[in-house]
């Protein structure tokens, strides 16, 4: 048997497709990883580096919570003095609005604080209350 | 009187002279051309000479059942061509070629070594020619890995699917890889245009020593996890530049890369020579295998010059196509090519630096090649 009929009969075209498949895999995996090794001995060879960097970030965001807490508790003071005028039971628009009148910096993100850790909770009628 | 005479018209016919025919002749002339082009036009003059005397040896007609000639069981040729038909020379010589090769430009540009993988098409082409001209599929898988121009791939192969081959097999690949210098070149510069042969190279980057240690080991596991049949080529290649590279083991490396594949290239071409004999050689199908061999070669070589000229599509930092030419494992003449064509051009160009990774990753390539026919014919024999 020759020709065409000779290869197809021997499963020639996908030995020869699944072959060439095999040799480009394993050559294309390789230069990938080949590609990547010298980045990774570079990490590797600054691990200390890194780390230190990494603790350094760490460390530096924990101090953003630090800085917010005392952000809020700034803002409550201040929105407080503000409450003080509308009553005890206070309606959030006309307390922004007081806000924005006294130049109370980022009043709604402030507010938005305030809300989120609770510091102001809904009454229950449709205004709002100091949490105590 | 009579007894002298029956001593000596005994004797007569015993002789070489007596016994040979233009068969051994015409393989005697094989054996001359081969040490010809050796020592005079240094075409792989440490394989082609051991081969070519080799190929004397073989041919010196014997008388039969003196135990003599490399088919003769009882005979030291035989003993010696156990190295071949077992498969122990070659992975011996993948050992020294690991211990010699500095896969350095192969490591600062991976990107190069698909070429190695292209020009591995030719192996799987070769291989449905073989079959279209009505081999066996063992055989052709052995005759397909001539495409892979390395000569111990292709004995390793063939001495494990078409023992019955290897003369040929073994005398084509080394022919046509000695032969690259001339085969190649009206490929490349078929396949160029000249603005691509004056393509230049980007300054690979500086490659460090742990890197070089640490590719033998990652290359080791991944190949021969895929391709497990490849292993005792692998195996061994990637040994050797273990040894090379860790530097703390460099006597067993200078001992890998002089003393045993130089002793293992003197067994494997002399008795590759010999085992050519003329009646087991001089046959039709040594004839298709010559001519497929040097199909092989010649797809081989253009596959590894399209895939490139495929590659400068999608990049931005364009390759200099001829560089696919050394995908084929001929290390390190295709790459010798490769600079030489690319100076015709541009004599400042350099770029045998750039083409030794498709060339050493062409030899990972081939062996993968072997060990993927090995896998799928071994339940055919």
């Given at each position: 048997m020759t020709g065409l009929e000779a290869i197809a009969h021997h499963n020639g075209w996908a030995i020869a497709a699944v072959g060439i498949s095999i040799v480009f895999t394993g050559l294309t995996v390789l230069s990938i990883i080949i590609s990547q090794l010298h980045k990774v001995l570079t990490f590797w060879d600054e691990r200390k580096t890194h780390y230190e960097r990494l603790k350094d970030r760490w460390q530096k965001e924990e101090l953003p919570d630090f800085a917010l807490a005392q952000d809020i508790e700034e803002s409550a003071r201040q929105f407080r003095l503000l409450t003080d005028r509308l009553g005890e039971h206070f309606p959030l628009p006309k307390l922004l609005e007081l806000a924005q009148k006294c130049g109370l910096a980022h009043p709604h993100s402030a507010m938005n604080d305030l809300l989120i850790t609770k510091r102001i909770v809904p009454d229950g009628k449709g205004y709002f209350v100091w949490n105590k | 009187m009579e007894n002298i005479i029956d001593l000596l018209t005994k004797f007569v016919s015993n002789t070489g002279f007596a016994m040979a025919d233009y068969r051994y002749v015409i393989m005697i002339v094989i054996g001359m051309i081969f040490i010809y082009l050796g020592?005079?036009?240094?075409?792989?003059p440490l394989l082609l000479v051991p081969i070519g005397f080799g190929i004397l040896v073989g041919n010196i007609p014997v008388f039969k059942g003196?135990?003599?000639?490399?088919?003769?069981?009882?005979s030291v040729l035989h003993y010696l061509y156990f190295g071949v038909t077992a498969g122990v020379y070659p992975p011996l010589i993948f050992l020294g070629i690991g211990a010699m090769t500095d896969f350095s430009t192969m490591l600062a540009r991976?990107?190069?070594?698909l070429l190695g993988a292209a020009a591995q098409m030719g192996i799987f082409l070769t291989f449905l020619g073989a079959l279209a001209l009505g081999f066996a599929p063992n055989e052709a898988g052995a005759i397909g890995i001539i495409g892979g121009a390395d000569g111990p791939t292709a004995i390793f192969l063939t001495a494990k699917?078409?023992?019955?081959?290897i003369g040929p097999i073994a005398v084509a690949a080394y022919s046509y890889m000695a032969l690259v210098p001339v085969i190649q070149p009206p490929i490349m510069k078929l396949l160029t245009s000249r603005e691509e042969r004056l393509i230049r190279m980007e300054e690979p980057r500086v490659v460090s020593k742990q890197e070089k240690i640490i590719f033998p080991v990652v290359g080791f596991l991944l190949c021969c996890f895929l391709a497990p049949a490849a292993l005792p080529l692998l195996g061994m290649l990637f040994f050797g530049n273990l040894l090379k590279e860790a530097v703390v083991t460099e006597r067993l490396a200078v001992a890998a890369r002089s003393a045993i594949i130089d002793s293992v290239t003197i067994l494997l071409g002399l008795t590759v020579g010999a085992s050519t004999q003329a009646d087991v050689f001089l046959k039709y199908d040594s004839v298709l295998i010559f001519v497929l061999g040097a199909a092989a070669f010649g797809v081989a070589t253009a596959s590894g010059v399209i895939f490139a000229k495929i590659m400068n599509l999608f990049l931005?930092?364009?390759?200099?196509?001829?560089?696919?030419?050394?995908?084929?494992?001929?290390v390190p003449d295709s790459a010798r090519v490769v600079q030489h064509v690319g100076q015709q051009e541009d004599?400042?160009?350099?770029?045998l630096m750039h083409a030794m990774a498709p060339n050493v990753s062409g030899v990972i390539g081939s062996a993968i090649g072997a060990g993927i026919l090995w896998s799928f014919m071994a339940d055919r024999m």
């Open positions: - | 020592i005079a036009k240094q075409y792989e003196l135990g003599l000639g490399i088919y003769e069981s009882n991976p990107l190069l070594m699917l078409a023992p019955n081959l931005k930092a364009k390759i200099n196509p001829l560089l696919g030419a050394a995908g084929v494992s001929a004599p400042t160009n350099f770029l």
